[in-house]
């Protein structure tokens, strides 16, 4: 197989120096193609070569981000881009991860996003939930442009580049400026016995001004959202009918992803969060070469989530726990069903960075970057006891997690002369913590002292040393080598439980390891650009996935507290053209991983026929693809502006001797095809109209794909999109704009059932 890829790298060098010779022919006639407009959604590799790195990059603008996308949170920048996806289940959502061409939702340490250098990958965790991205930490307005790079070419960045790194720029004002926003959202959503519609406003603002030397800005939002259920409260159907329980209606018969039978009883996790981010940057012109700077930021959110039961009683009373008959089945429904999808989420964390830089134009330059992330306030509580008495308080139990956050140091310099060498080096720090305590309380409502029930907590630190020279060796021809040199130690694990009883301190650990890269690219004339990626990567396990514990036969385990780093080998072939007005990009990549930290079923003890869910190390997985980019200007008439992207995928488990199962299987989450596209026409300098789709087919949540069912609550389902967007400019005040989201009402499931048409409208003010 690696034979074929092999063969398909060879064809498509062919096939450019085939169509190239032509074209070198002519290169004294051909001028360099004309810049693309500012406004287009995804533009071109840099084309400087002081600028070049060596991989692919998309990228985005803050003026196309006003014309074609609905942004309410900044997330939302990232929706058209190529083979990106952000698992955003509803405004305000602080689980939002993103996917790459190889990896899934449940992958999050695989790929970096940071802001000027500030990395906001919450790498304490692998997972959709506290391994989310950090993205309240930027404001839509203070946005520049995000660019995205692909695949772990470049070594200026860490292991868990394996997948994509988002670099996102922010903006310094040059004179005084300020602009005020109101957005409102009306999501309409119906399913089973829910159905309604789920409003979300936000105000934010944004001032800023230039003195001299000194530069500031100062940004504010308040949104007040409420989501579509999260989840289903569903329970398993038993094999026979029964007349026992008391009678109830309103349960639908269904099945679950594996298409056993089951009832779905109600709805829950009804998110109503309030949300307030302030931040601040402070920059400081030393002089013509050097600049400091100094980034703050707040994010506050008070998520309260409640539940619906479908269940009604012969006085038709709803019905939330018991020995119940529904649909002719006897039915013995715990109180958890519907009290574990209630509870209510606290968070205050706080962002500090600094930075020490010079100019990158001048043939020395240098950047340090120190950045801290605190966790701060971060509880959740949640009930035990039967709905509804729950709702005003009784048993149930808080969990902590303040004290977890990390810090980071970057140190790079950089040297380029006359466009022919570009040397780069650096050294990277970063340190993790993890701090996680549960208690169970007397009254979950308002309780603040209780008797300790688990506690999970542990460190990671990295200290690494790169470099990277792009040497052009000849006018057409570039080649860049780099590589890195990573040390890592996990320590300080503990793991306590209360009830089932469990109090270990988990071996140190320690890995050093190094990673080479290697690129080089063919530019025969500017309108056509060939080039060969090799990186290799290693991804460190992060706290959570090291020390973690469940619970087998009333014993509680942790697993396997010695997992070892993933490493990633990964290939690219792109060939992109250059037209007056557009380009076209097609790239070929393959991806092997050995050790692949994949979360999978199997028995904690050798031997055994008990199966668990726990994150575990993959013997290796494959994924290879191909990636077709195109944008054109001006098509068919003026105006008209059209960009597309289209990636097919074959994900695949080549070992794995612990779970037999999995071997020749889809990848979890990861899909086959993924497609974009994106139509604007400006009639004129006032009128922006957008229609844009998104495109991805099915994809598997187990590792063995046992999970055949899409259509239903934790299934993974395709998906087929339409959005659109009017905006107008009254003048440089004013603008307004209106959206709908999934405006063709595409009803599907990634484990979580997601929007429905969601309808948008904001008005701006910009002095």
């Known amino acids: 197989m690696r034979l074929l890829f092999s063969r398909s790298v060879c064809a498509v060098f062919g096939a450019a120096m085939a169509v190239s010779k032509p074209v070198l022919a002519q290169n004294a006639q051909v001028a360099a193609a004309p810049t693309a407009r500012e406004e287009i959604v995804i533009h071109g590799r840099r084309e400087s070569a002081a600028d070049a790195v060596p991989t692919t990059i998309e990228s985005v603008t803050a003026e196309a981000l006003a014309d074609t996308v609905n942004v309410i949170n900044t997330e939302d920048a990232l929706k058209y881009l190529p083979n990106i996806l952000v698992r955003k289940r509803h405004i305000g959502d602080t689980q939002s991860p993103m996917t790459t061409r190889t990896s899934g939702v449940g992958a999050s340490a695989r790929s970096l996003i940071y802001a000027d250098g500030v990395l906001l990958s919450a790498l304490i965790g692998n997972n959709n939930t506290a391994g989310s991205p950090r993205w309240s930490m930027v404001a839509p307005e203070t946005i520049s442009h995000i660019d995205v790079l692909y695949g772990p070419f470049a070594a200026e960045y860490a292991g868990n580049s394996i997948g994509a790194v988002v670099n996102i720029a922010t903006r310094m004002p040059e004179s005084f400026e300020a602009t005020a926003r109101v957005q409102a959202v009306w999501q309409s959503f119906s399913q089973y016995s829910t159905s309604d519609t789920y409003p979300a406003q936000q105000l934010s603002a944004f ?61 829950g996790g009804f998110e109503h969060q309030v949300q307030d981010n302030i931040s601040a940057k402070l920059a400081y012109d030393i002089n013509d070469d050097w600049r400091a700077a100094y980034s703050v930021g707040y994010f506050r959110n008070e998520d309260d989530a409640s539940t619906e039961s479908y269940l009604r009683d012969a006085t038709g009373a709803p019905v939330y726990a018991g020995s119940v008959n529904s649909l002719g089945y006897n039915l013995s429904i715990p109180a958890s069903a519907f009290s574990n999808n209630v509870y209510q989420l606290d968070e205050g964390h706080w962002m500090h960075s600094a930075s020490l830089k010079s100019d990158e134009a001048q043939p020395w330059s240098f950047a340090l970057v120190a950045s801290l992330y605190d966790f701060g306030t ?92 792009a040497w052009r060796f000849a006018p057409s021809w570039e080649l860049t080598l780099g590589g890195r040199y990573e040390y890592w130690q996990a320590h300080d694990g503990f793991n306590f439980s ?32 060939l080039s060969a ?91 290879r693809g191909i990636e077709v980019v195109a944008e054109a200007d001006d098509v068919l008439i003026p105006g008209l ?72 609550y934790q299934g993974f389902e395709g998906y087929f999109l339409l959005d659109a ?7 440089r005040h004013w603008s307004a704009a209106v959206g709908v989201d999934n405006f063709n009402n595409r009803k599907y499931f ?5 929007p429905q048409r969601a309808v948008s409208a904001e008005m701006k003010y910009q002095y």
Do not use: C
């Open 498 to 529: 209360a009830a089932p009883t469990l109090s270990v301190n988990q071996p140190a650990l320690d890995a050093s390891r190094f990673s080479p890269k290697a690129s080089l690219a063919w530019t025969p004339v500017p309108e056509w650009r």
């Open 725 to 731: 967007r009017v905006r107008y400019e009254l003048d």
């Open 207 to 267: 001032v800023g001004d230039r003195v001299g030397s000194f530069s500031w800005w100062v940004s504010v939002s308040h949104l007040n959202s409420r989501s579509q259920p999260l989840a289903y409260v569903t329970i398993a159907r038993p094999a026979n009918p029964s007349t026992a329980g008391a009678a109830v209606t309103g349960a639908y018969a269904n099945v679950n992803r594996t298409n056993a039978p089951i009832q779905v009883l109600g709805a």
């Open 378 to 469: 971060t509880t959740q509580r949640i009930p035990s006891t039967t709905l509804p008495t729950a709702n005003t308080g009784g048993a149930g139990s808080i969990t902590d997690t303040g004290g977890t956050g990390w810090y980071t140091l970057d140190a790079k310099g950089r040297w380029h002369a006359s466009g022919i060498q570009d040397l780069s080096f650096g050294a990277h720090y970063d340190h993790y913590t993890l701090s996680n305590y549960r208690t169970t309380l007397t009254d979950w409502v308002s309780g603040v002292t209780g008797t300790p029930a688990s506690t999970a907590r542990g460190r990671t630190e990295t200290a690494a040393l790169w470099f990277q020279d």
């Open 641 to 712: 502006q059209i960009s597309a992207s289209a990636t097919y995928v074959d994900p695949i488990i080549l070992s794995d001797p612990t779970f037999a199962a999995a071997v020749g299987k889809q990848t979890p989450q990861v899909p086959k095809f993924r497609a974009t596209a994106v139509v604007t026409y400006r009639p004129d300098e006032h009128w922006a109209l957008t229609l844009a789709g998104r495109y991805s087919d099915r994809v598997y949540g187990t590792i063995d794909n046992s999970d055949s069912v899409t259509q239903t």
């Open 750 to 754: 990634l484990f979580h059932p997601f």
């Open 533 to 623: 990626s090799f990186g290799m990567a290693y991804r460190f396990p992060t706290v959570a996935e090291l020390y973690q514990a469940i619970t087998t036969g009333g014993t509680l385990t942790v697993p396997n507290p010695n997992l070892k780093p993933e490493r990633a080998l990964s290939e690219e072939v792109s060939l992109t053209r250059d037209f007056a007005q557009g380009r076209v990009r097609v790239s070929v990549f393959q991806e092997n991983v050995r050790d692949a930290l994949l979360s999978q079923s199997a028995p904690l003890v050798t031997g055994s026929t008990t199966l668990f869910n726990y994150v575990q190390n993959v013997d290796e997985t494959r994924a």
